[in-house]
C-alpha cells in the first residue's frame, strides 16, 4: 500500500502549493498585500528579513508537506468490509480494548487502529533508545528476523494487519518489521544482548505474588515495574479470535501479548525477568507461546507445556501459573526449568531461588532485599491461612520496595498491575478495574 500513499501525498501536496499560490497570486498581491513587504520584523537588517521570511516559508511548507503524507497514509492503509469490532470499556475508571474478529488479520487491524498512538510511540521509543540498549533500530531489526521461522503464519497475518491498522490510525508508516521488533524486543535484550554484557539492569522490579487458601481458592497477581516511558505505550486487551476463548492481556506497542493474562477458562499468568549470564536459543517467541497457551489450554499444566516447548525458553525469567484449583511456580532458564505446587504462598522477584542456579544470575543479590521484604509482606498477610484479592493489593500498593516511583523521567516506575480478579494502568494506589472474566 506504500505506493498509493507516496501518489496521494504527492497529489494532495502539489494540490495545496498550487491552491496557495492561486489564493497569493490572484487576491493578496493584487491588493498589494505582498508577503516581502509585510515581513518588516527588523527595518535595519534586510537580509536578516530574507532569511526569517524564508525559514517561515519553509515551516509552512513542510508543514503542508508533512500534512498531506498523514491525510494520505490514513486513506491509504484504511480497510473496508473488517470483520467483527473493537470499542474501549471502562470498568471503574480503567480501561481495556475488546476485540471481536474472524480471523487474526482483522482482529490484528482492529488492535493497530485502536492501538496506533501506542505503537507508533512504541517505534520512537525504541528508535531514540541506541545509548540505553546498546542496540541500534538497524540491528533490532536484523536481530529480530532470526525469530521469524518460528512464528506460525496466522500471526504473521496479525502483526501485518497490526502494521497497516496502526498506519491507518496514525497517519505515519508502521511497517510490518516495526510490529515484529516490538513483539520480540524482550527475546533480544533479555535472551541475546543483556548475558553478554554481564550488567545488571536496575530496570528490573515487578514482583510476583500467589497462595493457596484453605478452602482452596487461589489468588495470584503482580506489579509490572518498568521504566517511566513505557507508561506511554501500555494497554490492557480483551480479545477473541473466532470460535477461540476470550483472552484478557497486558501489551506493550504492538506486542500480541505479553506475560500477564487471564483466558475465560479461569488460567492466569504472571511473569518476572531474570538477567543470567546465558544465551537464550533462537526459537519460537514468548507472545506466541502465551498466545497458543492462553487459546487452547484449560489447565495449568497443559499452559505450562506451551509456555516451554522442549524445555526451552527465549530468555531467563519466573513465572505463577494458576485457574480455579491449581497453582504453580516456575523458575526459568534457557534451558532447564524448576517447578514447585505450592501448598500455601509463593514469592518471586527478579532473583532465583533456586541455589543451585545462583551461579547462573550476572549479580546474585539483585533482588534479593526486595524478595525477602515481599515474602514477609505476604506471610502476614496470610496468617489465617487465606490471602483475599483485597489483601494482595494492599500488598502491591506498599511503597516504595513494592509499588515503586523512583525520581526522574527515565526512573522505574510501576506501570501497571494485575491479579485474579483486578488489573490496572498505573499502580494500584490509583483506580481499580474489575477483570471482564
Known sequence: MSWLSVILTLTLTITCYYIITIFYLEVLKKKGKSFWKKLKLNKNH?????????????????????FCFNISNRIAYFKFGISGSSEWVYSNGQKYLHINADNNYDLGYHTGYQLSSEVFKMKFLLSVSEASFGVSYAQFLDLSEKYLPFIPQKYIEEMQGLSEGASAGSGFPISFSDILIQNVIF???????????LSVENTLGCTTFGSKNHDGTIIIGQNM???????????????KVNDDPYVFSYRLGGCLAMPMGKNEY??????????????????????????????????????????????KSSYSRN??????TTLLSVQSLPD????????????????FNNLYWQKYLVDDQYSKERQIYAE??????FNDNELTNQELLLILKDTPIICRDEEGLIGM???????????????????????PF
Request: hydrophobic content about 45%; aromatic content about 6%; proline content about 6%.
Open 46 to 66: 534586510p537580509r536578516l528579513n530574507t532569511v526569517l521570511g524564508l525559514s517561515l516559508l519553509i515551516l509552512l511548507g513542510g508543514s503542508i508537506g508533512l
Open 336 to 351: 532447564n526449568q524448576t517447578i514447585c505446587h505450592p501448598e500455601t504462598i509463593v514469592v518471586q522477584s527478579n532473583t
Open 319 to 324: 513465572f505463577i501459573i494458576a485457574n480455579q
Open 266 to 311: 479461569g488460567l492466569t499468568l504472571i511473569t518476572n525477568l531474570v538477567q543470567t549470564k546465558i544465551v537464550a536459543p533462537i526459537m519460537t517467541p514468548t507472545f506466541v507461546l502465551i498466545r497458543e497457551g492462553l487459546e487452547k489450554e484449560k489447565s495449568v499444566d497443559d499452559l505450562y507445556d506451551s509456555l516451554f516447548p522442549s524445555n
Open 413 to 435: 516506575s510501576t506501570l501497571a498491575f494485575m491479579t485474579s480478579k483486578s488489573f490496572g494502568l498505573g499502580n494500584p494506589n490509583g483506580k481499580i478495574g474489575i477483570l
Open 225 to 239: 515495574d518498568l521504566v517511566k516511558p513505557f507508561s506511554w505505550v501500555q494497554s490492557f486487551v480483551l480479545h
Open 187 to 197: 527475546e533480544i535484550l533479555y535472551g541475546l544482548i543483556n548475558p553478554l554484557d
Open 376 to 381: 514477609s509482606l505476604i506471610i502476614d498477610a
